[in-house]
């Protein structure tokens, strides 16, 4: 493995490298309990620094699966909401960073859908995407971010969702406005939105047998 550098982080969490399962439990050369694979990869999460980054040794080397498992997109949405949680407690931070992260998060979540349906074989992650209130605020900002305006139709109320403020202070914290064409309207703060959204992708996994 490499070494990770950081000034400061919590101690290492052991992942498989194919899929993402967590293996800090699972004893060192025993394969891994969800996809029967056998590399593993160590991930510190910052405490105080947004990025821990992994220096690779002249004769070490990190492979990826090319079937690119779902539980992949998964940990970007996992990485994301942690490092949101961590810019929430910084005192004074960029507000470009600060945006970024929020929309990078969202936009992680709603494709998450996508994934789920082509490597899960859940052709239904779109459909709950669409349903659940919280990831259609999700999918509504993913989508704002994309295309930068959503056009109504007659079968479509589509959500409008943005960053319309960033605080600073005692802590960061970003505030999401969001409508409709129809006329709904309301505003979130982005880190409640984001764990709310992880909540019910979690609940669609236990809905499906599905193990993250």
Not at 6 to 15: E, F, I
Not at 97 to 104: C, F, G, I, N, S
Not at 122 to 131: I, Q, V
Not at 176 to 194: K, N, V
């Amino acid at each position: 493995m490499g070494r990770l550098a950081a000034q400061q982080y919590t101690p290492t969490v052991m992942s498989c490298a194919d899929c993402g399962t967590n293996l800090d439990r699972t004893p060192v050369g025993q394969l891994c309990p969800s996809c029967g694979g056998d590399r593993r990869s160590a991930t510190a999460y910052a405490e105080a620094a947004l990025v821990v980054t992994a220096t690779l040794t002249a004769s070490a080397s990190i492979g990826y699966n090319p079937v690119r498992p779902w539980q992949q997109k998964w940990r970007d949405v996992i990485t994301g909401l942690d490092a949101l949680q961590v810019t929430y407690q910084q005192r004074d931070l960029d507000n470009e960073v600060v945006r970024r992260q929020v929309e990078t998060f969202f936009k992680d979540c709603c494709e998450l859908a996508d994934w789920l349906r082509e490597q899960a074989g859940k052709p239904d992650a779109m459909n709950y995407l669409k349903a659940d209130p919280d990831l259609k605020l999700c999918d509504g900002m993913a989508q704002t971010t994309k295309h930068h305006t959503r056009a109504p139709s007659s079968k479509q109320d589509p959500i409008t969702a943005r960053i319309s403020w960033v605080h600073g202070g005692q802590g960061v914290r970003a505030e999401i406005e969001w409508s409709t064409p129809s006329g709904s309207t309301g505003t979130e703060d982005a880190l409640d939105l984001a764990r709310r959204c992880k909540s019910a992708w979690e609940r669609f996994f236990a809905q499906h047998g599905l193990a993250p």
